[in-house]
């Protein structure tokens, strides 16, 4: 299995601004973040920033990036956690639809618009063998 960390997170956004959403996805920041202390906490990727570029807003372009956000932390099974905030002249009510249309979870702390995508879990196959037992993949 890979390991997730920043480096993985940096080809990704490499890859989503210059080839698959060139001349559309103007910013994507994320981190990979580990709270303190590491032993009591998994790490995750903090979601900082998605942002389209104005002449391609509303054409679901923004939907396509946080899917491929998703299935990243689905493949390496972390949790995505981001913070909804009108900084950047966003409606929150809308951010709020957005995200959790992509599965996120506000937790009501501090009403800080804290939100956490879970991983959807990965099954495991199980198959029989020729001698018939069970072998788990």
Known sequence: MNVLNQNVLDKQISYLKKIKYKNILQELKLEYTIDEPPEDQEPYI???????????????????VMSEVCKLADEYQVNIVLFATNLFG?????LYTFY???????????NDGKFVYRPIKKHVKSVTNLEGFRINK
């Not at 903090?46 to 396509?64: D, E, P």
């Not at 966003?90 to 809308?94: F, N, Q, S, T, V």
């Not at 992509?102 to 937790?107: D, E, P, R």
């Open 46 to 64: 903090y979601l900082v920033l998605i942002k389209i570029k104005r002449s391609q807003q509303n054409k679901g372009y923004g939907s396509a």
């Open 90 to 94: 966003a409606d929150l009510k809308r």
């Open 100 to 110: 959790r249309k992509h599965g996120f979870v506000l937790i009501k702390k501090n």
